[in-house]
């Protein structure tokens, strides 16, 4: 039986040091190395539990790349081994911490509203260094969400303390909370008075005002419910920054506004879409040029044309067999980057020369009879040398 590991982090999130005694220490192979696997007396780390990752940090000079727990026993993965018996003094990485603990006290008290307010559960919860997530089962409009947002940074700014308890039993059977479960271990209440109670185990920050903010990313149907995305504190200001980034970068190039640059994107879309097609007709129109001004009496034709799409191709080749007998063949691309093509031909099984193509140059590609496409890198002379040969 393994000592069940004391869990420092339940009464105090705000500390980063701690001192312990190293209870045992396994080598573990794994593919990009040895890996060392350390139980402690007692540690701050708190491992991957309740969909958040674990906290990083060292124990003396080792890295500690992973926490697990299992039975209430932790596990520490480290790059380096400690020796059993030995005292040892580990150190949270606090920023990362308390990143976390800014996420997760702002999840419970969204959830707490959703609640309170809409009557869903709180059915998944995953809160990993870019992204935190929460199911409900129930739907929730992105109107629902801003509103529950904007209740959230009320409840934030109001600096409300969290409290954490560890009620008894009798006094939990006649309590309301979320995430009631039965559990044989003692029970961690946390409480943001007027918002949420719910049991968890993570470290929460002491007072709302911590938070700084929450902003919802996004709200999207899920299962028979909602998943939302939120970020908190100084991620949401970091998520700040690179949207604001890129919201100045196209402002600057299209020379908008920031508030109505979606508009200006639409606008500009929408031009091209008219350009593409006025495009189109004007290769259209040339190619009908060119395909009249190529003498009857040629039984075959093959054209390389630089850009050209595969509508276009495939109605030059549809309009070149009605003329000419033999293979038609249009090439689109350059000698450096290859060639699309397509051949058609009203008397002859163009699999065969297809078969020349795969043969000579490793072309890709097929069809039809009446019909191949496909694609090869060639120089257009040797590709041209092939159709004056069959
Ligand atoms: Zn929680």
Redesign the pocket.
């Known amino acids: 039986m393994t000592t069940e590991t004391i869990k420092l982090y339940d009464n105090d999130a705000y500390e980063t040091s701690f001192t312990a005694t190293v209870l045992s220490c396994e080598e573990v192979k794994k593919k990009d190395g040895t890996l060392w696997q350390v139980c402690l007396d007692q540690t701050l780390f708190f491992p991957e539990e ?1 969909g958040q990752s674990a906290d990083l940090g060292v124990l003396g000079s080792a890295q500690v790349l992973d926490v697990q727990i299992k039975n209430n026993v932790i596990t520490h993965t480290l790059n380096q081994p400690l020796a059993s018996g030995s005292s040892v003094t580990g150190q949270i990485d606090w920023e990362h911490r308390f990143y976390n603990m800014q996420q ?1 006290t702002g ?2 008290i969204f959830s707490g509203l959703v609640q309170k307010h809409f009557g869903f559960d709180n059915v998944g ?1 995953h809160l990993s260094d870019q992204i935190v997530t929460m199911d409900f089962n129930g739907p929730l409009t992105w109107a629902d969400a801003e509103q529950l947002e904007w209740e959230v940074n009320t409840c934030i700014v109001s600096n409300i303390p969290v409290e954490v308890t560890f009620p008894d039993k009798a006094v939990l059977s006649g309590m309301e909370y979320r ?1 009631k479960i039965e559990i044989d271990g003692q029970v961690r209440i ?1 409480t943001i008075p007027g918002y949420d109670v ?1 049991a ?3 470290p ?1 920050v002491h007072r709302t005002g911590e938070i700084g903010i929450l902003k919802v990313q996004s709200c999207q149907k899920y299962k028979s419910g909602v998943r939302i995305s939120i970020l908190c504190g100084f991620r949401a200001l970091e998520d700040y920054r690179c949207k604001q980034k890129n919201v100045i970068e196209i402002s600057t190039s299209l020379s908008a506004r920031q508030e109505t640059i979606s508009d200006s994107v639409a606008r500009l879309k929408s031009e091209l879409a008219q350009a593409k097609l006025q495009l189109g007709a004007a290769n259209m129109q040339l190619m009908q040029k060119k395909i009249a001004d190529i003498p009857a009496t040629l039984a075959q034709v093959c054209l390389f044309e630089e850009n050209i799409d595969t509508d276009l191709m495939r109605f030059t080749v549809n309009e070149l067999v009605k003329n000419h007998p033999g293979y038609c063949a249009v090439f689109a691309g350059s000698d450096a980057d290859g060639y699309r093509y397509i051949i058609g031909s009203a008397t002859r099984d163009t699999r065969e020369i297809g078969s020349f193509l795969r043969e000579r140059f490793q072309a890709k590609g097929g069809g039809k009879a009446e019909m191949i496409q496909g694609s090869l890198t060639a120089p257009a002379e040797k590709i041209q040398e092939l159709f004056a040969e069959v």
Do not use: D, P, T
């Open positions: 309740g997760h999840e419970h919860f995430s946390v719910c968890c185990c993570a929460h």
